[in-house]
Structure formats: structure tokens, C-alpha cells
């Protein structure tokens, strides 16, 4: 029997062994398929001593059968003129071992240069801190070929406990990712990473009570003027601002004074930052406005401090100056001053010159809320709530104006998204101004706006 490509693709697996099927044109080529349905392409021969050989080719469907035919007349010819391939691959694999290119560290390296220019750069930046986070202080230093399917649950089993299950599966996928690069690259045969999710995970359907965002918003308010909270200034602010414009923590964590339109009082989110990859402008409110300059007024203040030591006097300055509207140093700041900064609104206090990164704001809020006595929360819950609220009979916004706000992609007809371009700026602007006012109110303990 000569296999085809739909022969291949169907194939059962049996539940009880492995099976092997001779896929015919080529000889000693065959197809192994595992119980558990992982298809591999061998190669049998006799080496140039007579013994008998079988050399891996690599998994189906990444190598098709016309690929696995080609591999397997290469390897023939080199057995024809004397070469053994099984003898080439295990010196290859031993010169791996020696450079250490044969651990998960070492494939780590080769993996993000290979494919990083193919994914945006958040994602990037996402797959990195998982890898310096979780990846590589548990099992960096593992083989590639010692590896097994137990290894990797305890590995995102670890990793949930410490970090949550949604960490713990994005830990899984980027592990599975470069294994199967592994495989590409003849360092591995199989991928112990393709295992079904240790964890399910729920969509969430948190909203914080009117109660929750009144303390909430005290306790950012002590971070920022007490410091009895262990979260920045810049953090702090950052939350606020999260909480005001209803987009997602790593969009506002990021926030340039070069991407806000002072004259059309908005915050122009460059496609390359949102994640639906299309150019986003929010409107701001007096309140976001307001939040805006106080941590522009801020991060100008951090900057001056870069010489100086970060505890101590610095934050005993710190102190002082953010108390009273932001006055002092930080209040005498000429508006046309603040307008002008272009840099990071919410900077690191451990990259200089850079903006705090989406997991500094995580690790802020677990710690507000903490402090807030708010269980079962996250950043993202800051924008659902705000979402909730405005379609509800307190600000009235229509669904349409809502999803615009949130920038999610519109659930219309391709042809009418080409020809419906209008950006419903001023709907939008209006939104965030009652969500605002709402906001404000609840804060400030007045009663429901009906």
C-alpha cells in the first residue's frame, strides 16, 4: 500500500500501542502514530556497518508527506555514499549538549530571535517577562530530551499557585511554542508541553459595588499622599487613570505625553499599542484630564530625582510634595510646561526613563485592593465595571457608544465597516464625562444619579 496525504491525515491511532505504516515509493520510510494520536515520519536503512537504523524525520502535519519523502531520499543518499545520518544527528546533538543549546535557556534564545519579528511587540514583552518570571528560574536549566509530560504540570501548576491559572496557561502556551520550535529544529522528537490546560479558566464576570470603588479610590489616594500603601506614585495614578478612561491597564501603563492631543482634549492610542492594531482616540474627561497632568507634573519631578538616592531623602521629598492638590515644586509647574513633556506619564522607578510595565500595575492593584479590603478583584474588573455602569439606567449610553469607548472591534459586516468610518467621538466624549461625574459622586459619597 502507497500512502496519500488524506491517507495520512485519517489515519487512527490505536488506544492500546503504537502503530507503524509503511508509507510505500520510498523505502523504509513510515509514519509512527502514538495512542494518543502524535504523528511522526521514520526512516528504516542499514548503516554503512549493516546495522540496522531508524532515524526520526519529524512530526506530521508540520512535515507533510512530499516534505517526508524528500527528507527521506536525502538521508538515503547519504547512507549511498557512506555516511551514517543517525551518526551526524547524534554529533550534533552531543555539540548541543556541550553549548547548552540543548536546555530550555538555550532553545529560549534562538526561539525569540526567530520569531519575535513576527509578533507585536506587547506580546513580545508579555512572553519575555513569563520566560525571566516563571520559565526560566523553574525549568531553564532542564534537557530538552529529558523533559516529560509531568515535569510540565508540575512546572504550570507551580506557576498557578504563585501567579494565578491565567499565568499559569500563558506560561503553557509560550513553553509548548518553543518546543515545537525545538522540534523545527531537530532538538526534540516530540513535544511533552502538548497537553490539554491544567487549568479552565471562566470569563469574568467581576463588577466592583459603589462601596468598593469609594475605598478603592481612598486607598489609591493614601498611596499617593501617606505612602502607607506599598505602590508607587506613578502606579497609584495609573489606576486612577485606568479607572477613569476604562482601557486596558497595559494601554494606560504605557501613556506618552507625546500621544495626548492637548487642543482636542484626548489620548491618541497608536495602533501599534491597542490591541486590535487600529489607531484608538479617547476622549478625556476633566477628571482624566485633571489625573493626567498631576502624574505628568509627577513623572517631570521623578525625573529630577534620577541623581539622587530612591529611599531615604528622595522619598521623604516625595512625601512632602505630593501633599496639599499636588502643590509646591509640582504645582508651580506652568501648564505649557506640562503640555510640552513628551516622555513616560506613569515612569518606572526601576527602568529609568521608562514607563511602569502592565505587571507593575497588577501587582499595584492586588496590593490597593488588599489594603482596601476588596477580594476577588483585577485591573481589567476597573474597566467592566466602568462598561457596566455606564449601560446602566445611572449614565444611559448605548451598547454601540460603549464598545467604541472600550475599542472592540464592531460585530458589523466587513463592507460596513469599510464604509462606516465615523469615529462617534463626540458619543464617546460624553460617555466618559457621566461615567466620570458618576464616579466623582461615588467617591465623594453622594447619592446615585438616576
Given at each position: 500500500m502507497?500512502?496519500?496525504a ?37 526512516l ?26 524528500k ?31 540543548d ?53 504550570i501548576?507551580a ?12 506560561a ?11 522540534i ?60 477613569l ?14 500621544e ?66 499636588y ?21 518606572s ?19 490597593v485592593?488588599?489594603?482596601?479590603r ?13 462598561a457596566?455602569m455606564m449601560a ?7 451598547t ?22 465615523y ?6 466624549r ?21
Amino acid at each position: 500500500m502507497v500512502l496519500n496525504a488524506r491517507m495520512v491525515e485519517t489515519v487512527k491511532p490505536d488506544p492500546f500501542k503504537r502503530v507503524e505504516v509503511m508509507a510505500g515509493q520510498v523505502e523504509g520510510l513510515l509514519l509512527r502514530v502514538t495512542p494518543n494520536g502524535v504523528k511522526t515520519w521514520l526512516l528504516r536503512y542499514r548503516g554503512p556497518d549493516g546495522t540496522r537504523r531508524k532515524l526520526t524525520l519529524g512530526r506530521y502535519p508540520a512535515i507533510p508527506l512530499a516534505d517526508a519523502r524528500k527528507l527521506a531520499l536525502q538521508a538515503l543518499g547519504k547512507v549511498a555514499s557512506g555516511e551514517d545520518p543517525m551518526e551526524v544527528k547524534e554529533a550534533r546533538r552531543k555539540e548541543r549538549m556541550e553549548t547548552g543549546l540543548d536546555t530550555v535557556a538555550g532553545i529560549a534564545t534562538q526561539y525569540f530571535s526567530a520569531t519575535a519579528i513576527n509578533k507585536k511587540p506587547k506580546t513580545v514583552e508579555y512572553e519575555k517577562w513569563l520566560l525571566t518570571k516563571h520559565i526560566l528560574p523553574r525549568i531553564g536549566r532542564a534537557r530538552l530530551a529529558e523533559i516529560r509530560r509531568k515535569d510540565v504540570v508540575d512546572f504550570i501548576r507551580a506557576v498557578g499557585e504563585d501567579a494565578g491559572p491565567r499565568t499559569g496557561n500563558y506560561a503553557h502556551a509560550v513553553l509548548r511554542q518553543m518546543l515545537n520550535f525545538a522540534i523545527e529544529r531537530e532538538l526534540l522528537e516530540s513535544n511533552p508541553a502538548s497537553t490539554p490546560r491544567v487549568y479552565e479558566t471562566k470569563t469574568r464576570e467581576r463588577v466592583l459595588r459603589d462601596d468598593e470603588l469609594k475605598r478603592f479610590w481612598e486607598t489609591t489616594e493614601l498611596a499617593l499622599t501617606e505612602r502607607t500603601v506599598a505602590v508607587s506614585p506613578a502606579t497609584s495614578m495609573a489606576l486612577r487613570v485606568c479607572t477613569l478612561t476604562l482601557q486596558r491597564a497595559g494601554e494606560v501603563a504605557g501613556m506618552t505625553g507625546a500621544e495626548i492631543d492637548w487642543g482636542d482634549r484626548a489620548w491618541v492610542l497608536p495602533a501599534d499599542r491597542t490591541k486590535n492594531g487600529r489607531t484608538h482616540v479617547v476622549p478625556l474627561s476633566d477628571q482624566a484630564l485633571e489625573f493626567i497632568r498631576a502624574s505628568i507634573r509627577l513623572a517631570m519631578f521623578d525625573f529630577r530625582m534620577q541623581g539622587e538616592e530612591r529611599a531615604g531623602t528622595a522619598a521623604s521629598r516625595l512625601k512632602t510634595t505630593l501633599r496639599g492638590e499636588y502643590g509646591g515644586p509640582l504645582g508651580d509647574v506652568r501648564q505649557d510646561i506640562v503640555e510640552s513633556f513628551k516622555g513616560p506619564i506613569f515612569p518606572s522607578w526601576v527602568r529609568m526613563g521608562e514607563s511602569v510595565e502592565r505587571h507593575t500595575l497588577s501587582r499595584g492593584m492586588s496590593r490597593v485592593l488588599k489594603a482596601a479590603r476588596i477580594e476577588n478583584a483585577t485591573a481589567h474588573d476597573l474597566r467592566r465595571t466602568g462598561a457596566s455602569m455606564m449601560a446602566s439606567p445611572r449614565c444611559k449610553v448605548s451598547t454601540e457608544v460603549i464598545s467604541r469607548v472600550l475599542n472592540h472591534t464592531p460585530a458589523s459586516a466587513p463592507v460596513t465597516l469599510v464604509y462606516n468610518r465615523y469615529d462617534y467621538a463626540e458619543e464617546k466624549r460624553a460617555a466618559l464625562q457621566i461615567w466620570a461625574d458618576v464616579l466623582t459622586d461615588i467617591v465623594s459619597g453622594k447619592p446615585a444619579r438616576r
